[in-house]
């Protein structure tokens, strides 16, 4: 089976913003009037939960610790 998820890759700050976004128009749209656009409703609920749950990045390794300059 073909796994259809996309993944975004955000940095903290427009993560952030989009949150922002995705609150504000659930909020403005508590429930879907038209039946035909439900799907929006439902995909602005998808991202938002999934731009607040908090992933442990296990693809990228963790950055390499870098030496501090000896002084003479």
Same mark, same amino acid.
Request: hydrophobic fraction near 40%.
């Given at each position: 089976?073909h796994d259809e998820?996309?993944? !975004? @890759? !955000?940095p903290? @700050?427009? *993560?952030?913003?989009v949150s922002?976004a995705l609150?504000? =128009? !659930?909020? *403005?749209?508590?429930?879907?009037?038209d039946?035909?656009f439900?799907y929006? =409703?439902?995909a *602005? +609920?998808?991202v @938002? +939960? *999934? @731009?607040q749950q908090?992933? %442990?990045?296990?693809?990228? %390794? %963790?950055? +390499?610790?870098?030496?501090q +300059?000896?002084?003479?």
């Open positions: 089976m998820r996309v993944k !975004l @890759l !955000l903290p @700050l427009e *993560a952030e913003v922002e609150e504000l =128009y !659930l909020r *403005a749209r508590p429930a879907p009037s039946h035909r439900e929006r =409703y439902r *602005a +609920a998808g @938002l +939960a *999934a @731009l908090t992933f %442990p990045d296990e693809e990228d %390794p %963790p950055p +390499a610790r870098r030496r +300059a000896v002084e003479d």
